[in-house]
């Protein structure tokens, strides 16, 4: 069993920064791609970054520049650092990681979400 918990939403003026965090747990033998996606009410989940097990990075076109995705293998930890934030970056922030079971499964794991939201 394998979860992932997220951190570090909240409410933000326009302009302003935070940072989510993506703490995985469980019976993991090693991570592939790990990502934040995100949902706004009405609207598809939507790509916000992603990053490979090399460190490869790719980003939504709405966030580029702004955002920065990153991870530390030794803590389970996937981050985004959001910066320059816009109200229409309002969401809830999902992340999720492709993940080696001890098991030997191949899994995309979710976590519960963590809502952003940003002021005018």
């Known amino acids: 069993q394998v979860q992932l918990v997220e951190s570090g939403g909240g409410l933000v003026q326009a302009g302003g920064s935070l940072r989510l965090s993506c703490v995985a747990s469980?019976?993991?033998?090693?991570?592939?791609?790990m990502g934040w996606y995100r949902q706004a009410p009405g609207k598809q989940r939507e790509l916000v970054a992603a990053?490979?097990?090399?460190?490869?990075?790719n980003y939504g076109d709405s966030v580029k520049g702004r955002f920065t995705i990153s991870r530390d293998n030794a803590k389970n930890t996937v981050y985004l650092q959001m910066n320059s934030l816009k109200p229409e970056d309002t969401a809830v922030y999902y992340c999720?990681?492709?993940?080696?079971?001890?098991?030997?499964?191949?899994?995309?794991?979710w976590g519960q979400g963590t809502q952003v939201t940003v002021s005018s």
């Open positions: 999720n990681a492709q993940i080696i079971t001890t098991r030997g499964s191949n899994i995309l794991y």
């Open positions: 990053i490979t097990s090399g460190g490869s990075t």
């Open positions: 469980g019976s993991i033998f090693s991570y592939n791609a």
